[in-house]
């Protein structure tokens, strides 16, 4: 009995991504530069050479890493723990949406400042005015 193993199906993966970044061929080709029955055939290959992964990946937005290590197992694990950690330490514990980033104090003192020199300026345009009567 021999047991075959599945094949590293690169274009399949591209494909799969592609469609869960809710993008179409069309897209992807422009991004790329190139025309969607080239991309067509991309997504068909068994492999490709590096440097169109490499752009590829960046086309679609991640790395090539992740479209060689890609797998429909992985993405189920990957969201399962997005939804399942995003609401209490957000995702893998590193951003907690519930945390500002900024102090909001500083965000009121500048906008503060903005208005104030804003009234400034139009305190001595009005006054320029007055002075050419």
Do not use: W
């Amino acid at each position: 009995m021999s047991i075959t193993t599945k094949q590293n199906h690169i274009g399949r993966k591209i494909s799969r991504i592609r469609e869960l970044r809710d993008m179409k061929q069309e897209a992807l080709a422009q991004a790329l530069g190139t025309s969607q029955q080239t991309v067509s055939a991309i997504e068909n290959s068994e492999t490709i050479d590096d440097t169109k992964l490499a752009e590829v990946a960046k086309a679609l937005g991640v790395s090539a890493e992740a479209i060689k290590n890609f797998t429909e197992e992985n993405m189920i694990s990957y969201f399962n723990n997005f939804y399942d950690n995003s609401t209490s330490t957000g995702i893998n514990g590193m951003f907690n949406p519930t945390q500002c980033t900024f102090n909001p104090l500083d965000k009121v003192v500048e906008l503060y400042e903005r208005l104030v020199l804003a009234e400034k300026e139009k305190v001595e345009y009005l006054e320029k005015l007055l002075k050419d009567k």
